[in-house]
């Protein structure tokens, strides 16, 4: 019996979030690109946004607002996400003037000759709390992001979604999707930021990787999850959300619906979903390779270019905005290996895989 209801609940809950992704009007399915410099051997800015332009990307996103790379977007036809940095957080929270002096300078001294149409305050601010520094950071994201947002339409310029990038080490449960909600000490921070998104029909932008928690299933030696699975081959394997009664034929599905339902927890169920980053990495441990990389990539365009739109079992045809990670092999990054090859090519600008960004478009 409390199935039954708990089923009724979630059906509503979907057709209500139909109805929501339906009254939001044309958000566009092209395929974005996170692109980063943390390398000694990268192509030039110039050459980057050529690249950019011959593999027909829909939408790059930066780490930073870098003007010489803005000022080579001006006049191209890619949706650009900026970035505040952590570190400018705190101030900007503090400081109105600070706020609009960022926003002058970032993002008026561009705008609208570049399309401007993210502004991503901090990345992964909750995934680092443990210092005092890091905690007040947190706890100043919302107020700064609400001052730049403050500044920003002052401007009069209502096209320009101001949001933060997450990591799905916020979640203290993923599985089942249903089950899905957020670590404790997270939560305190997560009420003020989704009620400001849901207020600015603003997107909850999520780094989610298929790669890692599949890897960490087999490192574990758990309940390994399938490699078909995480890679988005479709009809081999399935899985049934025993609440909802929901069915998942990917593990990409079954993280983001997760979010979903922990947004449902805190009172938020319309808040729409966007993908930071997402990718699979071409060399290092177990499972990076070329062959896993080029399928998983060009299985995320087909189903998230796809038309009409897939979205996912709990958002069905709604569009996930989605940036691909990474434009380059970054030499420079820290971690193990599989850290440094995510990129879809090489510092030569030739492909390390072929993956074809309109797909479904």
Do not use: C
């Amino acid at each position: 019996m409390e199935k039954q209801k708990f089923t009724k609940m979630a059906l509503l809950f979907l057709s209500f979030s139909s109805l929501i992704a339906i009254s939001r009007g044309i958000v566009s399915n092209r395929i974005g690109i996170n692109y980063g410099h943390l390398g000694n051997n990268l192509p030039s800015p110039a050459r980057s946004i050529e690249l950019l332009g011959n593999m027909s990307v829909g939408r790059v996103k930066l780490y930073d607002a870098d003007h010489d790379i803005l000022n080579l977007l001006s006049g191209k036809d890619i949706e650009v996400a900026i970035t505040v940095a952590n570190d400018e957080i705190s101030g900007i929270a503090a400081n109105q003037h600070l706020a609009d002096q960022w926003v002058y300078e970032h993002v008026l001294a561009h705008y609208p000759s570049t399309r401007i149409r993210f502004l991503l305050v901090g990345h992964e601010v909750f995934s680092s709390i443990s210092t005092p520094a890091d905690l007040q950071i947190a706890r100043d994201l919302v107020p700064a992001i609400r001052r730049i947002k403050s500044t920003i339409k002052a401007q009069g310029i209502r096209n320009i979604k101001i949001g933060t990038p997450l990591a799905m080490d916020m979640m203290e449960t993923t599985f089942p999707p249903s089950n899905g909600s957020f670590k404790p000490e997270v939560r305190e921070f997560m009420g003020p930021l989704l009620r400001y998104l849901n207020g600015t029909k603003s997107f909850f932008f999520v780094d989610v990787y298929p790669y890692i928690t599949w890897f960490e299933s087999q490192v574990w030696n758990q309940t390994a999850i399938n490699l078909d699975f995480a890679l988005l081959r479709s009809g081999n394997e399935s899985y049934t959300d025993p609440k909802t009664g929901l069915v998942y034929t990917n593990l990409l599905d079954q993280m983001l619906d997760s979010v979903v339902y922990a947004m449902a927890k805190l009172g938020y169920n319309d808040v729409m979903l966007a993908i930071g980053e997402t990718g699979w990495p071409h060399e290092g441990e177990s499972g990076a390779n070329r062959e896993n990389a080029a399928e998983y990539n060009n299985n995320l365009v087909r189903k998230m270019s796809a038309v009409p739109t897939i979205g996912t079992p709990a958002r069905p045809g709604e569009v996930i905005p989605t940036f691909i990670f990474s434009m380059y092999d970054e030499n420079q990054k820290y971690g193990p290996a599989t850290e440094r090859h995510w990129g879809l090519l090489n510092p030569d600008g030739s492909p390390v895989y072929e993956v074809n960004i309109t797909s479904g478009v």
